[in-house]
T-cell receptor
Framework: ELKVEQNPLFLSMQEGKNYTIYCNYSTTSDRLYWYRQDPGKSLESLFVLLSNGAVKQEGRLMASLDTKARLSTLHITAAVHDLSATYFCAGGQGGSEKLVFGKGTKLTVNP | DTAVSQTPKYLVTQMGNDKSIKCEQNLGHDTMYWYKQDSKKFLKIMFSYNNKELIINETVPNRFSPKSPDKAHLNLHINSLELGDSAVYFC?????????????FGPGTRLTVL
C-alpha cells in the first residue's frame, strides 16, 4: 500500500530565504499532487505532477518529481509571509481514485 | 460560482445523536469523495463515489453511511456520534476523464461532538 512521508513537518523560515519540502513515497505512484491549506480553510490544488522529471512553477513555488527516487520536492524561493500555510503532498496509484496524503508541512514565514 | 459546497460549515452536537453533512458540486465532475481531517491535520479518505456508485470504502465505522442521490451530490450521514468523530470533514470532486483525478475540495464541515 502506498505510503507518503513529508519532511519537515514544521518549517519556520525568514522572508527572503529559500527552502525545500520533501515528499517521499513508498511504492510506484503515477501521479503526485501538492496542495496548500490556510488555517481554517479548504485545500487548494497547487501542482499535479504526472511523469518522471516533471517540473512545474507558480510564482515562488516550484515542484518537481523524480519517480526513480520516489521523491517530489516543493522548493520555495525568496519566501514571503503570504506563503505561510500547510502544504500537503499526495500520491495516487494506477486506476484507483484514491489519494494518499502526507502529514503536511506547516510553513511559517517570519518577517 | 462553480465550486464544491458543503453544509453546514459548523456542526456542534451531543454524543449519541445522528447528523448529516451535505455536499454539492457544480463542476460537472463524475467522482466525489469524503475525507476526514483530524486535530493533527492528518487527511484520510473515507469514501468515494463515481456517478452514484461506491468505489472506495475505507475502514470506517459503519455508523458512517454515504449516499449519492446523483453525481452532483454526496451526503454523509453519521449515526450515534462519538467524541472521536470530532474533526473537519471535507468533500471533494474530480473529473474522471482526465486520467489523473485532480481533486477539488469543499470548504469543510467542522464537527464537534460534546
Amino acid at each position: 500500500e502506498l505510503k507518503v512521508e513529508q519532511n519537515p513537518l514544521f518549517l519556520s523560515m525568514q522572508e527572503g530565504k529559500n527552502y525545500t519540502i520533501y515528499c517521499n513515497y513508498s511504492t510506484t505512484s503515477d501521479r503526485l499532487y501538492w496542495y496548500r491549506q490556510d488555517p481554517g480553510k479548504s485545500l487548494e490544488s497547487l501542482f499535479v505532477l504526472l511523469s518522471n522529471g516533471a517540473v512545474k512553477q507558480e510564482g515562488r513555488l516550484m515542484a518537481s518529481l523524480d519517480t526513480k527516487a520516489r521523491l517530489s520536492t516543493l522548493h520555495i524561493t525568496a519566501a514571503v509571509h503570504d506563503l505561510s500555510a500547510t502544504y500537503f503532498c499526495a500520491g495516487g496509484q494506477g486506476g484507483s481514485e484514491k489519494l494518499v496524503f502526507g502529514k503536511g508541512t506547516k510553513l511559517t514565514v517570519n518577517p | 460560482d462553480t465550486a464544491v459546497s458543503q453544509t453546514p460549515k459548523y456542526l456542534v452536537t451531543q454524543m449519541g445523536n445522528d447528523k448529516s453533512i451535505k455536499c454539492e458540486q457544480n463542476l460537472g465532475h463524475d467522482t466525489m469523495y469524503w475525507y476526514k481531517q483530524d486535530s493533527k491535520k492528518f487527511l484520510k479518505i473515507m469514501f468515494s463515489y463515481n456517478n452514484k456508485e461506491l468505489i472506495i470504502n475505507e475502514t470506517v465505522p459503519n455508523r458512517f453511511s454515504p449516499k449519492s442521490p446523483d453525481k452532483a451530490h454526496l451526503n454523509l450521514h453519521i449515526n450515534s456520534l462519538e467524541l472521536g468523530d470530532s474533526a473537519v470533514y471535507f468533500c471533494a470532486s474530480s473529473p474522471r476523464d482526465r486520467g489523473y483525478n485532480e481533486q477539488f475540495f469543499g470548504p469543510g464541515t467542522r464537527l464537534t461532538v460534546l
